[in-house]
């Protein structure tokens, strides 16, 4: 049978479901490379060309649902290692722009605000507790103040 004889492989269909699915087009890519590796051996060890029989029963064995189910599983896992990869690579300038972002965001100095207000709130508490404290100790803050001055 010739090239123009020969039957159209549905191979392509069978791995790849849409045009953006990228698991089938590598799945297809990993069928291509193995039927090349079986040509080039084919053709090493028996100094010919396959005929279509072995052909056939080549592409028979190839497109078993449970072969087919292989090309994807190891597509899936290939796309899997690279995403990790990216992933692994990636991580410190992730981490340190959310640093970088999560310093630049508490510097600023609106930002501030609320935290001085509360302290200088309850530093004024304070003192105002340790002035009654004193007071109700028999200590009178002010003449203490007015003999160290001199006067």
Known sequence: MSAAEAPYNTV??????????????????????????????????????????????????????SRLNDYRQQAEAIL?????????????????????????????????IPGGVVAAFSYSVFLICLVFVLKFVGIDILSVLNAASGR
């Open 80 to 112: 899997g290692s690279y995403a990790d990869q990216i992933i692994t690579s990636a991580t410190p300038d992730i981490q340190k722009s959310a640093i970088a972002g999560k310093i630049e965001q508490s510097l600023r100095w609106y930002q501030q």
């Open 12 to 65: 392509y269909e069978k791995l790849v479901t849409r045009d953006d699915d990228l698991v089938g087009l590598i799945s297809y890519a990993l069928y291509k490379q193995r039927k090349r590796s079986w040509m080039m051996d084919f053709r090493s060890q028996k100094k010919r060309v396959p005929n279509h029989d072995e052909g056939s029963s080549y592409l028979i064995g190839e497109t078993t649902g």
